[in-house]
């Protein structure tokens, strides 16, 4: 019997780091291990994405269409991916279509294979322009389901979704599990579910490894027929980050599936990798295992969220009203996903109402979500509340899509960037300051000075842990000090005795 | 459908701590847990072993028995649990039947439910009498297996081993894979060939996290019909230890299985060893994941072990030699499992055919092992080197149950006790400076002190972090100082040039 064999899009360029270091890391930490990563055998290497498109000119001062073609260069083998939030592009807004058809033209051009192509709220129509705009180009388009946990959420309803993304011309479908919610039998359900409704259509599984559990549910993915799943190299992995490269191969080992995966080369990225990984410490959240998302339905990060906004209202004392009031809030929007941007939004109006009475004040955000300017959820709203958000906003409810409110805007956008100080003519830069208006006029102006990084060098640790070293071991030999006595300085050697 | 429920054996009062705190977790530490891990409905708790025994008199100054008393008053509803080293009972060596005996019945008097007997070399001859004690005081005993890889080690071999210590008498098997070997595809034949084979005898799965696939290898054990698997509570899992409580938990949700464990009770146990853990930081090892085993087939302690061996000899640079010569000194010997002591042995042994020339000298312990004394291996002994062995060591080959060389002892361990300063008069005590003739008599001398911890308070925990972040941050300015010289005070500033 032959091994069937499951592909492995590798995640340590993009949402391991993310995850695990705050995005933080530098193109001069990936480039060594581009060769190898290029080499292993993976189906694809993600390596884009909304956060390190944002750190990239946010903390590093390095233009991310450069990383790109960096790595276009770097792996000409690999199928290069990335993560896009469809109409949202990599912002926080809609954009106008022929925005998100220029988006998509120019980082095809730039290099990049796969789009994975995604909704917070799993709202098709918000993923389906993007989608063609990658087939237009001749991409690979992938269509995702964001998995949650929710009275509205059933496998049923995630098939249905698996559907409407294939007539939508997906050529794969991704099960993408943010927040290592996804269990080992709904995990096999929905894989199973969607293969016998439509076929074999190429299902990639995406999972978290926050809550432990989910290499099992890669497992029973696999044997639902899973085609492809996402890990990341085992020195950049587990915790909020992903489900370790090196045990996916050993898990498959024996099975009548296999990665086909070149362990020598697996082993130089892991151990690339794990010099890396300590020069950025300071970014590391703390977190090895959680599982307390099951009940609590509450992210981590959203969690943390809540409780700096509660401590800033001196009501820190206030976070278990909240999380109480939360799975209320969210049942009001309709069960969405807790994912950026729905989670910051149910958040932020779950605690209002606990500070200030339950709607008494609406954040323009959840009207607007209230108000189906973020697209449809699953569940249905709560129409009183509905009623306070068209009142308090002084908005009309939309049921249609969203970006079809939206005027033109590219002329406007190719303006706006022009009009700023380290411009350079491109389209890509027309999209980044698009997407980043933020952070983009100020990265313009200091781009000439090159990429910086925030790790920690060699050097820098070495001289640290010699100070507290020093500090542990005592004074070894004279150390040579400045003294001033009596407004005099004197140069004067101490040592123990 | 009524889901099977799958008993959980919880570890954190054993192994747990012995695997990533180096065992010195003080009992202070473990009492306000108790009445949780009690409620939580697991199958059993393990709490008592060689390791544990030995830190509590080495590190602790605690009676070992005391701890055992004392877990049997605060978890009146739970089967007590212990690792037993057959033959060897908790130490080093060999003991005559009646010493076995005796340990067996102090055990159980103490609180013992629950025998988990092993042999490293998986020889049933050295685990025979212990299992007959066991169930001669009534308790359950648990005959076990070891799992490892290597060209003789079969699934096939694993089931006859079951039904040797199921001959035995074993009330339960215990398949024990303490370097995280355990691939899903044998976890389950193993377990499902058992099943077929001898009918419903209860197996217990133990599996360490190492390699970061035995959640997967739970989760096949237990699909092929394995009845008890271990996990350790969340904040005391992963790296060297185990597979979290809550994630087994999450795991068989919406399966055909349940652990029907209580979520609430698991939380609090979470709750305070999360608080418990960064007290013993620093006895805390760095691997989070590793899958190098699977190929190197050297344990991550027997590696650091050898490295060592080799710095002392000032060899250091010849570890790759000596990683290669394991296998071959593993395959001479008949491939026995890589634990503790034949780790160790093999791993000596390895250095010095390195460091000295193949075989030109031989350790004592490996002439025993090569000459039969710690029992019989899987696979054929080198013949060559078992020539050589006998005329190093000038000594016979055994090929009958190594205990049966030896002589009663009982009465002269009685006496050794009787001369040590402090022995209290009781069996235990005999027992205790039998099993560590090296450490017993120091505790003996210093019980009546009590207990100490080897954690670091908050408190202490704080100046350390003071003190290592003013160090950090460097001497911003001078800094002020009043000294004393020749009876004359002076006011001084100091500043780093």
């Given at each position: ?391 308090q906003a002084k908005k009309d409810i939309i049921t249609a899509r969203p970006a079809d409110y939206l005027k033109p805007e590219w002329d406007e956008l190719v303006k706006q960037a022009s009009a700023l100080e380290g411009f350079d003519g491109s389209e890509e830069d027309v999209l980044t300051n698009a997407m980043f208006p933020g952070v983009a006029p100020a990265f313009f102006k200091t781009r000439d000075e090159g990429p910086k990084s925030v790790a920690k060098t060699p050097k ?38």
């Amino acid at each position: 019997m032959t091994a069937r064999k499951i592909g492995v899009t590798e995640l340590v360029l993009r949402d391991a780091h993310q995850s695990l270091l705050a995005t933080r890391m530098a193109m001069e930490d990936m480039v060594a291990a581009c060769e190898d990563i290029d080499q292993a055998g993976y189906w694809s290497v993600e390596c884009w994405g909304g956060a390190t498109f944002d750190s990239c000119i946010r903390f590093l001062n390095e233009d991310p269409w450069k990383r790109l073609r960096t790595f276009r260069e770097l792996m000409p083998n690999s199928r290069l991916q990335m993560l896009l939030r469809g109409q949202n592009l990599l912002g926080y807004r809609h954009y106008e279509d022929m925005v998100v058809e220029k988006f998509v033209e120019k980082s095809a051009e730039n290099g990049m294979d796969v789009f994975r192509v995604f909704d917070a709220l799993n709202d098709p129509r918000n993923m389906a322009h993007a989608m063609a705009a990658v087939k237009k180009v001749g991409k690979h388009a992938q269509g995702t389901i964001c998995y949650t946990i929710s009275p509205v959420h059933t496998v049923e309803g995630y098939i249905k979704l698996a559907g409407q993304l294939i007539d939508m011309g997906a050529e794969s479908i991704a099960l993408k599990d943010m927040a290592a919610l996804l269990q080992p039998q709904p995990a096999y359900d929905i894989v199973r579910g969607i293969k016998e409704t439509y076929g074999d259509i190429q299902i990639n599984v995406h999972c978290h490894s926050t809550t432990g559990v989910t290499l099992v549910s890669l497992m029973k993915a696999i044997e639902a027929g899973a085609d492809v799943v996402d890990a990341a190299i085992s020195s950049m992995s587990l915790g909020p980050g992903h489900n370790p490269t090196e045990s996916l191969v050993a898990m498959l080992e024996g099975t009548e599936y296999t990665t086909d995966l070149d362990m020598d080369r697996l082993i130089k990225i892991r151990d690339h990798f794990a010099t890396v990984r300590p020069k950025y410490k300071e970014f590391e959240s703390a977190t090895l295992v959680d599982t307390d998302i099951f009940s609590s339905q509450i992210p981590g990060g959203m969690l943390s969220n809540m409780e700096s906004q509660l401590r800033a209202q001196g009501a820190g004392d206030r976070i278990r009203e909240v999380m109480e009031e939360v799975p209320r809030v969210k049942a009001d929007a309709g069960h969405p996903p807790l994912v950026t941007p729905s989670s910051q939004i149910v958040g932020t109006q779950a605690v209002f109402n606990v500070l200030m009475g339950r709607y008494k004040v609406m954040t323009g955000e959840f009207a607007d979500l209230m108000l189906g300017y973020y697209g449809e959820c699953l569940g249905e709203r709560n129409p009183e509340v509905v009623e306070l958000a068209q009142k308090q906003a002084k908005k009309d409810i939309i049921t249609a899509r969203p970006a079809d409110y939206l005027k033109p805007e590219w002329d406007e956008l190719v303006k706006q960037a022009s009009a700023l100080e380290g411009f350079d003519g491109s389209e890509e830069d027309v999209l980044t300051n698009a997407m980043f208006p933020g952070v983009a006029p100020a990265f313009f102006k200091t781009r000439d000075e090159g990429p910086k990084s925030v790790a920690k060098t060699p050097k820098q640790m070495e001289s640290e842990k010699q100070a507290s070293g020093a500090k542990q071991q005592g004074i070894a030999g004279p150390i040579k000090y400045k003294v001033t006595l009596a407004g005099r300085e004197h140069h004067v050697a101490v040592e123990p005795v």
